[in-house]
Each structure stands twice: as C-alpha cells, then as structure tokens.
C-alpha cells in the first residue's frame, strides 16, 4: 500500500445554482481536484428551465427543458470528474423567494452527510445572479450553522480577482486556482451544456483554439477562517 492509499478521501461539496454553474465558473478547478482522487458531490438548486438560450436553432421549451439541462448536466459531470449530483429541485429564478430557514436547513443535512473539506458556492452579494446570491447566502448560514470544519469559498467570474483591490479585497483573500492542464476537461464540459454553448461559436472551434480562450487560471474568495489558513494557489 502506497502513501496515497493510506491517506483519507478528500471531500468537496460544490453548491449552486443552476446546470453550467460549476463548469462555466470553475470547471477546470473541478477537474482538476476529481484528477487527483477529491470526492466530489455537486448540488444544482434547480434544473435551469428558464434559461433564456433554447438551442440553435431553438429546439426546447419550458416544458422539455428541464430534462434536457439535467442530461446535459450529468454529461458535464462526468467530462469533470463529479461522483455525486444532487437537485434541491427548486424552480428556476425562484431560489430568492424559498424560504431560506427551510433552504438553509436542507444545506445543513447535506453538510453532515457528504462532511466536506471544502464548500464552494457564491458570495451572497456578489453571485450576479438572485438565484446564485440566495443558493450562496443558504449555503454559508449553512456551514456556520452547523459549525463544521469545511473550508468555505466562494466562486468569482473570469480573471476579474487578479485585481482584488478593485472590489475591496487583498491577494490574501484570494486563491488562484492554476487549472492550465484541466481546459479539455472543461472544454468538454461547455460543450456537454449544448444548448447553452451551441449559439457560442468559439465553443465549436478545434479544441486548441476554443481553449485559448479560457484563463490559465480560476480565482476563489476566502470565506471563512478555514479558507483564510490555507496556501494562495491550493483550495486544500
Ligand atoms: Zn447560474
């Protein structure tokens, strides 16, 4: 038995909003934590049935949607690397309006199963979207209230932390994910949210120049003391 197999399973509960989040956002860090043997569990609070993209040619409705994003979404999960997918079944655009004591309980009982060493989800102001701001709201009451060890970050968009400052964070606050290996895993991802991708022309390009257009990196917010204690470029 080598050193690797001695070592305990490193978790990481991933909670979200909608089918694409965690490969659009953070798919190469996913990849790349599933590549090195991290158990993996995402939760999609809803199914994206209103998304506005239909295919393309439009091809869904509200009615076919769901089922189509949720296939999708298996698709992508498997390009990633993700074991585990959970629905909260909520409807799409509605996650502000559920009760957040209910949401933040269900987000609890998750915390106690999967016993993760790191929680990723949105910063309750800055998710730029009312369904991921409310998912990343539940989910940090969620880690607080049970008290659990897990590291807390939240995911932020494209390379916009090099530069912390101009939100009001320092370097400090932030970690940099370097996922350079892990772009066809997340290229492959994109492309397995097909009807979301398909009207995105770059998606489709050979794979060496769609992937030049993903950054080297992806870049997390420090959520709590935890995360504060861990390296700048290591989420673990
Ligand atoms: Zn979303």
Redesign the pocket.
């Known amino acids: 038995m080598n050193k690797f197999d001695q070592a305990p399973v490193r978790k990481l509960l991933a909670v ?3 089918p ?2 965690e490969s659009f956002i953070c798919g190469g860090t996913l990849a790349k934590y599933a590549s090195e043997g991290v158990d993996i569990t995402l939760v999609s609070a809803t199914r994206g049935e209103m998304g506005r993209r239909m295919g393309n040619p439009p091809y869904l409705n509200r009615e076919t949607m769901a089922a189509a994003r949720e296939m999708e979404l298996r698709q992508a999960c498997a390009s990633l690397g993700i074991r585990h997918l959970i629905f909260l079944n909520i409807r799409d655009k509605t996650v502000e309006f559920t009760d957040a004591d209910r949401l933040t309980a269900r987000i609890e009982d998750l915390i106690h199963q999967v016993d993760p060493d790191v929680v990723l989800t949105f910063h309750e102001t800055l998710g730029g ?1 009312p ?2 701001c409310a998912i990343g709201k539940a989910t940090t009451a969620a880690l607080r209230g049970t008290g659990h060890r897990g590291a807390l970050y939240f995911i932020t968009f494209g390379d916009a932390m090099e530069r912390p400052e101009r939100f009001g964070f320092t370097r400090g606050d932030i970690t940099k994910v370097d996922v350079h290996a892990h772009l066809e895993a997340k290229l492959a991802a994109f492309r397995a949210h097909r009807c979301q991708t398909e009207i995105d022309e770059w998606v489709w390009l050979p794979d060496q120049e769609a992937m030049t257009r993903f950054g080297r990196h992806e870049y997390f917010m420090k959520g709590n003391r935890e995360a504060a204690a861990r390296l700048r470029h290591d989420l673990f």
């Open positions: 979200f909003a909608h694409d989040d979207h369904d991921h």
